[in-house]
């Protein structure tokens, strides 16, 4: 049986005693701060469920754990002997990891039968895990467990602990901490009394790095009682391996944490030592860029090919609006606009390499991108649909410079000429390229014109829950086609559409702009690409679970009910979680699930953009908007990007001081972005404001206008016109002017 949103209204009667666990992981910079929250009543593990209901992981009783005395639990045989729960072992931890996967034997899982609509979702991300996890999240939850309630965190660090790391021995800026003790603290998948150790907004760690979490005795238990070190975490310190074939598995991946104890750089920076520590983790963090760093090779390893151009002379049926699988609206918006004063549309369609496995829209199987020798593997191709907007009069004689758009989920080919971004940019004389997104139009790959497969619509396919694979590469997919669109301007030309004219784009004038799935596909793909030389970001995110926990729209179908949810909310039901345990980002399964899409978040890449550009890839200049209320990118999503890119906001955040009175959580976090100095505020005009001059990096941030969503804010008529003279102003000045 499954939690159902009807049900929730008559399961709260059974929660007697239940005082809802407040705990929260509050931001901070330095050595961060946190929360922690006691709590008493209802027990966690299924107590006054209604029968056939999962009662969840199966707990030692408190006494039988607190006998020994306090200890910060790192056990070895957790999972794997009765009554020892999975998460006695933190997670993630580099010890877990085997061959390409993780294991993630004792994790508590519903049974397959129990989720009959949701498809086994757990047992899916489970087995997924297991097979295809080369490494750990840049931004996910550390979790540990506890024998005793945790009292104010403190004494915690994230350090580098890697030898070939520029940053060896440096701890991470920022860490945001929460403790959730007491009967009610756990959850259908981890027990009471636990620690969640967390980046903050913004400030990743680094893929393909390895680190450690270090908990001194300096923490102490809510009575004050100091913590002891587990057993099994004593032996990884020694210098002399177990004789167990486990513990010294175990023994060898901590090979570096010890390292690090013993060198000058842990001496000049933490200064701690082995007989301080009471428990830890050590992990490393997957590669994360590797699909995309050999990405654009790929792309231009295959053909270039254009078919079906089309000038549009007259509103009306276009190359790609006949389609069958189109539903009607699909098909009006793929139609030829009417003739414009400002700009000449041109339809047509490029070949796109495919790099995900499996046939689309992989609603159930298939969508992984693999990677040999160092590049994505190539499988199969597709004559997407694409559009052009030329400026009316004469071209230059290098070519049009142009921006390539990528539009959001829902959008399509001809977004820039729907949403007015074409004729605003017509206007400066720059041109736009804008391909079919990913999951869109004719690459949905559908048979009729309901405008789902499967049951599930454009935007669940996009991220799809039931498909892991799909869910991660999906995504990725989408940045890789922008090494096409960047292609398409830089190579090809054609002399037969436009007569005595040469249509052709100029190389050295590409710029980019994306809107919310687009803007994601920009955060990738931009510090990849050394063409383009400005970006406008609008409506973009990063760190996942942040995104899927505020998120309000789009609503996603329930397949047991049929009603429409929030994204949390059908994760919810997804991974059999009790309703008196709403998800938050350290919740297990959101742990888990954000470990395996984790190459397709921004949090990867953005800090390449500017901060940190790549050899051989010029740093570029972003114009980034945040809107507030948004509901498609939460705020603490579009944050995390901003403050990534290093893009201070241009005018005033909107959350001035004092944070303290926020009652918002979201908006309490938002203020302190510029009084910690993540997000300062810089004044309009801003001219170089980054990289010595060099560089114009800035976000704006809106409320949304009446009776619309803060999503679109870029599209208001006024910042419509400071994105055209942002990019006209970078060809005239070279670095761009925000005004």
């Not at 009069?393 to 959008?411: D, K, L, N, Q, R």
């Not at 888990?592 to 949090?603: E, G, K, P, Q």
């Not at 944070?659 to 979201?666: K, L």
């Amino acid at each position: 049986m499954r939690w159902s949103p009807r049900l929730v209204v008559l399961l709260f009667p059974f929660a007697c005693g239940f005082e809802e666990d407040g705990s929260t992981a509050s931001q901070g910079g330095g050595n961060g701060d946190g929360t922690t929250t006691t709590t008493t009543g209802e027990p966690t593990t299924g107590a006054d469920l209604p029968p056939g209901f999962w009662p969840g992981v199966a707990c030692a009783p408190p006494a039988e754990e607190q006998e020994s005395g306090p200890k910060i639990y790192f056990d070895l045989d957790a999972g794997r002997v009765a009554g020892r729960d999975f998460f006695r072992l933190p997670f993630p931890l580099d010890a877990r990891r085997r061959g390409g996967g993780i294991d993630l034997t004792g994790f508590p899982s519903p049974p397959a039968d129990l989720d009959p609509a949701f498809g086994n979702v757990v047992g899916r991300w489970l087995s997924h895990l297991g097979s295809d996890a080369p490494g750990f999240a840049v931004n996910g939850a550390v979790l540990f467990r506890s024998t005793h309630g945790i009292g104010d965190p403190q004494g915690i660090s994230i350090v580098n602990i890697d030898p070939d790391h520029p940053n060896y021995g440096k701890k991470l800026e920022g860490l945001s901490y929460s403790a959730k003790n007491g009967d009610t603290s756990g959850n259908n998948y981890i027990c009471r009394n636990w620690l969640a150790v967390e980046t903050i907004d913004g400030v990743p760690l680094e893929p393909g790095t390895t680190y450690a979490v270090l908990i001194t005795d300096s923490l102490r238990t809510v009575d004050g009682d100091r913590f002891s070190p587990d057993a099994d975490f004593s032996a990884m310190l020694l210098g002399t391996a177990p004789t167990d074939a486990r513990r010294k598995a175990a023994w060898d991946t901590f090979a570096p944490l010890r390292q690090f104890l013993a060198s000058p750089e842990n001496g000049a920076g933490v200064d701690v030592q082995a007989s301080e520590l009471v428990g830890g983790a050590v992990f490393t963090t997957a590669a994360n860029t590797d699909v995309l760093a050999g990405a654009r090779a790929a792309v231009r390893a295959a053909p270039l090919h254009v078919s079906d151009l089309h000038l549009c002379q007259a509103a009306g049926p276009g190359p790609c609006s006949g389609f069958a699988g189109l539903t009607a609206d699909e098909r009006a918006e793929r139609e030829c606009g009417a003739p414009s004063p400002d700009y000449l549309e041109v339809q047509g369609r490029v070949r796109l390499p495919i790099f995900q496995e499996g046939i689309p829209p992989y609603a159930d199987i298939g969508g992984r991108i693999d990677v040999e020798g160092g590049l994505p593997v190539q499988r199969s191709s597709f004559d997407a649909c694409f559009s052009l907007t030329l400026p009316a009069g004469p071209p230059p004689a290098e070519g049009w410079p142009a921006v390539v758009y990528a539009h959001g989920t829902g959008g399509g080919f001809r977004s820039p000429l729907i949403d007015g971004t074409a004729r605003a940019l017509a206007g400066r004389g720059l041109a736009t390229i804008a391909l079919e997104g990913v999951m869109h139009g004719e690459r949905r790959n559908d048979s009729d014109d309901d405008g789902e497969v499967d049951g599930l619509d454009v935007d669940q396919l996009v991220f799809n829950v039931y498909n892991p694979e799909s869910a991660r590469d999906t995504i990725v997919q989408g940045a890789i086609d922008q090494f096409t669109a960047v292609r398409l301007a830089e190579e090809w030309q054609d002399t037969t559409l436009l007569a005595g004219q040469v249509l052709q784009f100029d190389a050295n004038a590409l710029f980019f702009m994306g809107h919310s799935q687009g803007a994601n596909s920009g955060a990738l793909f931009l510090p990849f690409e050394p063409l383009v030389r400005a970006a406008v970001l609008s409506g973009g995110g990063a760190k996942l679970p942040r995104a899927l926990l505020g998120k309000e729209e789009p609503r996603v179908e329930n397949p047991a009910g049929g009603d429409w949810l929030a994204p949390r909310e059908l994760l919810q039901l997804a991974f059999q979680e009790r309703p008196d345990r709403p998800l938050d980002t350290p919740h297990p399964m959101l742990v888990l699930l954000n470990t395996f899409v984790n190459r397709s978040d921004a949090d990867n890449t953005a800090p390449l953009i500017r901060r940190r550009p790549l050899d051989g890839v010029p740093a570029k200049h972003v114009l980034n908007y945040i809107g507030h209320v948004d509901r498609y990118t939460p705020l603490r999503a579009a944050g995390n990007l901003a403050i990534g890119l290093g893009a201070p906001i241009a005018g005033q955040n909107l959350f001035q001081p004092p944070c303290d009175d926020y009652t918002d959580e979201n908006e309490r976090v938002a203020c302190g972005w510029t009084s910690g100095q993540w997000l300062p505020e810089v004044a309009l005009p801003v001219t170089g404001n980054a990289g010595g001059g060099k560089f114009t990096v800035v976000t704006r941030m809106l409320p949304a206008p009446a009776d619309k969503d803060g999503h679109y804010v870029a599209f208001e008529p006024a910042e419509m016109t400071r994105i055209a003279e942002f990019f006209a102003s970078a060809l005239v000045d070279g670095v761009p002017t925000v005004k």
